[in-house]
């Protein structure tokens, strides 16, 4: 089961925000705009960047917005670094550096960011309609006037970068839903575009179970039905309204390069001053109950439903296979029930997250076999696999960890990783880690 592919467009935001700073820091050099100590200024302005272009969402440029559109966007991004750009001076002490010289500055860092900005994204444009790259296919599901210009807007603005592969027309007699489900799973579809107007409630269902389910991406074409009951995003494209049904925050570059450092930081910390010595400590005291591996690897699902090795320490006696673990299970160890009770065994997982495999937080990523059975039993499990899976996750430090007794308990599960993944952030990461490092002090009840 596959996603929509990204290729190197995860790079784009990174790039224009890499080019913005290196020019921020190369007109301080240029325009001698020099503080005690020198080095100062310059941390000054590029954390002071970084900061209000993830607080304004600077570098959230859509593939359809308008050059008005990114204008309005560059000048509210300038009128708050002037602030912080003079707010320098004073909290700084710095009366070397004059009033003057900060608006000089100001006016060519705001033209120089600015022509960047547009050539950027004007050599993106072309990248997209000379080179095909950096493209979505997508499918319409409905037939009138507004779907209709839609598709025209696909084929004459190849410079949006989606390439349009069929239509579905729902008031035709031989109309199938599982037929437009099965092309679009059939031929890489990325996202689909559906007039509510022309499908029922029931049909409504189907298709958004089925791109939840299929990990697709669902948008709306939009009339005057209970869809505008709903927390939705809106964008024009050319002259066309469209709606997104989801968007999730870890889809944009940026904030999955932010989550990726960090899992690399926290990752490598994690190895060097825990793993170091944990591993060769608990591996003699493994063998003194049970001879065998210090790992224990299984097989498990993760971002877009691809399948990876999963370590853990080893808490059972050595080649056990079967069920999921139970209270008083006796194929569990004496140093296996410590390391299970303080969740020392889900250490060797910051193994997974250097690889890349996995994330410090994010859904708990269940075996294969379970999987499988949940998929098909619980509704919008699939959603889960949007993101990369976690060590913790926000359903688990909120009371559903650990064994599956009822169908409640996967249901709560899934609720509470779909808000993780539609409400990611830094911080929520952060509280999460904290939490998950008390529980574990503590010790949990369903830690067995």
């Known amino acids: 089961m596959k996603s929509r592919e990204r290729g ?4 784009i935001k990174p790039i224009f925000l890499l080019v913005d700073l290196v020019l921020l820091v190369l007109l301080i050099l240029l325009l001698e705009v020099l503080s005690k100590p020198v080095w100062l200024f310059p941390i000054y302005i590029s954390i002071s960047w970084l900061i209000l272009s993830f607080s304004t969402n600077f570098y959230d440029t859509k593939r359809f917005e308008k050059v008005t559109q990114t204008l309005t966007s560059v000048i509210r991004q300038f009128l708050l670094f002037a602030l912080v750009l003079y707010a320098f001076i004073g909290f700084f002490k710095q009366p070397d550096i004059s009033r003057l010289a900060l608006a000089k500055y100001l006016s060519f860092s705001f033209l120089l960011i600015t022509f960047f900005k547009y050539l950027l994204l004007f050599l993106l444009n072309k990248y997209r309609k000379n080179f095909g790259g950096n493209f979505r296919n997508v499918v319409v599901i409905g037939d009138n006037k507004k779907t209709n210009q839609l598709i025209e807007t696909f084929k004459e603005r190849s410079d949006f970068g989606y390439k349009f ?3 579905f027309c729902v008031r ?3 109309f199938n839903l599982q037929s437009c489900f099965d092309y679009i799973n059939n031929n890489n579809i990325d996202e689909i575009y559906c007039s509510v107007a022309e499908v029922t409630n029931k049909q409504l269902r189907e298709i958004v179970n089925f791109t939840d389910n299929n ?3 669902l948008k709306f074409i939009p009339d005057n039905k209970d869809i505008f009951t709903k927390k939705l995003v809106f964008n024009y494209y050319g002259y066309v309204p469209v709606l997104s049904f989801r968007e999730i925050p870890l889809d944009d570059p940026i904030n999955k390069f932010l989550k990726r450092s960090f899992d690399i930081i926290l990752a490598l910390a994690v190895m060097i001053f825990i793993l170091s010595w944990l591993t060769p400590l608990l591996f003699f005291l493994m ?3 049970s001879k065998g591996p210090v790992f224990f690897m299984q097989r498990r699902n993760g971002i877009d439903y691809g399948e990876f090795y999963c370590y853990k320490y080893r808490s059972m006696i050595a080649n056990t296979t079967g069920n999921q673990t139970i209270k008083g299970d006796d194929r569990v160890t004496k140093i296996g029930k410590f390391i299970r ?8 997982q910051f193994i997974n997250v250097l690889k890349g495999d996995m994330s410090v937080v994010g859904p708990r990523p269940h075996m294969v ?3 499988e059975d949940f998929a098909r039993k619980v509704d919008k499990f699939m959603v889960r696999h949007f993101v990369k899976p976690g060590i913790s996750g926000l359903a688990q430090v909120s009371g559903f960890r650990g064994e599956i007794e009822t169908d409640k308990d996967i249901v709560n599960r899934v609720k509470y990783d779909i808000f993780y993944i539609e409400n990611w952030s830094l911080l929520l990461d952060i509280k999460i880690m904290f939490l998950t490092i008390l529980n574990a002090i503590k010790g949990e009840e369903k830690a067995y």
């Open 172 to 174: 035709e007699e031989n």
């Open 165 to 167: 592969q069929n239509k």
């Open 369 to 371: 076999k379970h999987n």
């Open 8 to 11: 190197y467009s995860i790079f």
């Open 341 to 348: 009770k303080t969740s020392i065994d889900e250490l060797p």
């Open 215 to 217: 990990l697709k991406v």
């Open 287 to 289: 063998q003194l109950e």
